[in-house]
């Protein structure tokens, strides 16, 4: 069993490393700290799985990474959120460089609940539910979180461009 986990842990680890590390920059909106992130969450998951206490190495990930980057926030006070034009770097290179970053300053803008339910809501596309259960809230809360994240968004993204328009007033 020893070995066994063990490959499958490192298989994991290299198939999902760069998708975790993207959600946890969306989360956090540092490199750097999204590193750290995913390497606690990970470490917290091999630590897990060697005790043979988890059904699925990549929904428990998502999970830890979640409660990570909210622990982190929680037991961290004086950080606080440099603007884009401190950035140290940015993000990848996309088609329209300018267009992402004003989303991802309107991402980073959000309280961190607010933050954390719409990154798992839309980016990591998980149910109400699941997103309930990771953050440890109701789904109320979810729903909550996630219309006054939307709200806030559509407000400091209108006018951009059409095609950012967030349409809808909620969750269904």
């Not at 750097?32 to 059904?55: C, K, M, N, P, S």
């Not at 967030?166 to 969750?171: D, I, Q, S, V």
Request: aromatic share 6%.
């Amino acid at each position: 069993m020893g070995a066994d986990i063990e490959t499958e842990l490192q298989s994991f680890v290299e198939a999902r490393y760069l998708h975790l590390r993207r959600t946890a920059y969306l989360l956090c909106g540092d490199w750097h700290r999204a590193e750290d992130l995913v390497q606690t969450a990970l470490a917290r998951v091999v630590v897990a799985a060697r005790r043979g206490t988890i059904d699925s190495l990549d929904a428990y990930a998502r999970t830890v990474l979640a409660r990570v980057y909210l622990d982190d926030r929680r037991r961290l006070p004086w950080w606080r959120e440099r603007s884009l034009a401190e950035a140290a770097e940015q993000p990848e290179a996309t088609s329209d460089h300018a267009l992402s970053l004003t989303v991802l300053g309107a991402l980073r803008a959000l309280p961190p609940r607010q933050r954390a339910a719409v990154v798992l809501r839309y980016w990591e596309d998980r149910s109400t539910e699941e997103t309930a259960e990771v953050l440890g809230v109701t789904t109320g809360t979810v729903k909550s979180q996630c219309a006054k994240a939307l709200a806030t968004l559509r407000g400091s993204l209108a006018g951009i461009r059409p095609q950012l328009s967030l349409n809808g007033g909620g969750e269904k």
